[in-house]
Nanobody, 129 residues
Framework: QEQLLESGGGSVQPGGSLRLSCVASGLVINRNYMAWFRQAPGKEREGLACIAPYGTTIYSDSVEGRFTISRDIAKNTLYLELNSLKPEDTAMYYC???????????????????????WGQGTQVTASS
């Protein structure tokens, strides 16, 4: 059974940093398109960063240059480094693995049916003074 378990969220002041982790079991992260999404109350889910099986990464305009996605294949773990956090980054952050066999990072960002991905339980990130 595929499972994703996030950790590393917390409360920081604007300008601060956090590192989120996502440990995967039941799937191999470098054989899947893996991504980080976030959702704030009253807002739509937003794709932030994606890494393809061969290692190519893409970012949303809202986080490019501030967030970095990476993975440790030996640990089967996905990471998201969050820097220069802003109050508008406050949200629940989710790790996800695309279940579709013919996809891309751009398609993953446009995901409409949540059942087309495996999701973690989420970790809260709050940037506030």
């Amino acid at each position: 059974q595929e499972q994703l378990l996030e950790s590393g969220g917390g409360s920081v002041q604007p300008g601060g940093s956090l590192r989120l982790s996502c440990v995967a079991s039941g799937l191999v992260i470098n054989r899947n398109y893996m991504a980080w999404f976030r959702q704030a109350p009253g807002k739509e889910r937003e794709g932030l960063a994606c890494i393809a099986p061969y290692g190519t990464t893409i970012y949303s305009d809202s986080v490019e240059g501030r967030f970095t996605i990476s993975r440790d294949i030996a640990k089967n773990t996905l990471y998201l480094e969050l820097n220069s956090l802003k109050p508008e980054d406050t949200a629940m952050y989710y790790c996800a693995a695309d279940r579709r066999s013919h996809t891309s990072c751009h398609d993953f960002f446009r995901l409409r049916n949540g059942a087309d991905a495996h999701w973690g339980q989420g970790t809260q990130v709050t940037a506030s003074s």
